[in-house]
């Protein structure tokens, strides 16, 4: 059965930073494309960052040069290094595989931007 157990979250102040984590069981993580999606209050969930087994990475335009994905094959674990955090951040985080060509979703992690 394949589990992603998302951490890191939390309230920051405008500017700060956050380092979300996923940790990934029940999958062969290292040939997996692993990635963040974000979905705010009253909208769609949207995609943040992924990366692909070859380390390939690609991001929104919104976090572009602030935020970095990277991905710990031998700790299964993927992460999300999040920096001059704005309020327009703030969302409920969720880490996604991709297995069979459906995605699988973490429970998610709400991160807060505020001061």
């Known amino acids: 059965q394949v589990q992603l157990v998302e951490s890191g979250g939390g309230l920051v102040q405008p500017g700060g930073s956050l380092r979300l984590s996923c940790a990934a069981s029940?999958?062969?993580?290292?040939?997996?494309?692993m990635g963040w999606y974000r979905q705010a209050p009253g909208l769609q969930r949207e995609m943040v960052a992924r990366?692909?087994?070859?380390?390939?990475?690609n991001y929104a335009d919104s976090v572009k040069g602030r935020f970095t994905i990277s991905r710990d094959n031998a700790k299964n674990t993927v992460y999300l290094q999040m920096n001059s955090l704005k309020p327009e951040d703030t969302a409920v985080y969720y880490c996604?595989?991709?297995?069979?060509?459906?995605?699988?979703w973490g429970q998610g992690t709400q991160v807060t931007v505020s001061s």
């Open positions: 990366v692909a087994s070859d380390y390939s990475s």
């Open positions: 029940g999958i062969s993580f290292r040939f997996a494309e």
């Open positions: 996604y595989t991709v297995l069979r060509d459906r995605p699988v």
